[in-house]
């Protein structure tokens, strides 16, 4: 059983920076991709960033040039840094790890980008 556990999130002044960390129960990233979604009450989930199991990575334009999506395979941990967070940036933001072995999600952590 996959498990991916958010952490990091919190009350950030505009302007400021987070590092979020999704926490896999197993060595998944290595072929696996990560992403990162991020959803606001009322809203659908939205596309962040993804990083295929390759290496290479994409994001979402609102957020290009501001966020970073890395990943460390020895700790099974994938992180998301975002700087220079704008208000429009607050919600929940969740990790995705998907490939062959199924597609599985952490419960999410909050993001509130307010001064």
């Known amino acids: 059983q996959v498990q991916l556990v958010e952490s990091g999130g919190g009350?950030?002044?505009?302007?400021?920076?987070?590092?979020?960390?999704?926490?896999?129960?197993?060595?998944?990233?290595?072929?696996?991709?990560?992403?990162?979604?991020?959803?606001?009450?009322?809203?659908?989930?939205?596309?962040?960033?993804?990083?295929?199991?390759?290496?290479?990575?994409?994001?979402?334009?609102?957020?290009k040039g501001r966020f970073t999506i890395s990943r460390d395979n020895a700790k099974n941990t994938g992180y998301l840094q975002m700087n220079s967070l704008k208000a429009e940036d607050t919600a929940v933001y969740y990790c995705n790890a998907i490939g062959v072995r199924g597609s599985y999600w952490g419960q999410g952590t909050q993001v509130t980008v307010s001064s």
């Open 11 to 63: 009350l950030v002044q505009p302007g400021g920076s987070l590092r979020l960390s999704c926490a896999a129960s197993v060595s998944i990233f290595s072929d696996h991709a990560l992403t990162w979604h991020r959803q606001v009450p009322g809203k659908q989930r939205e596309f962040v960033a993804v990083l295929a199991s390759g290496g290479s990575a994409n994001y979402a334009d609102s957020v």
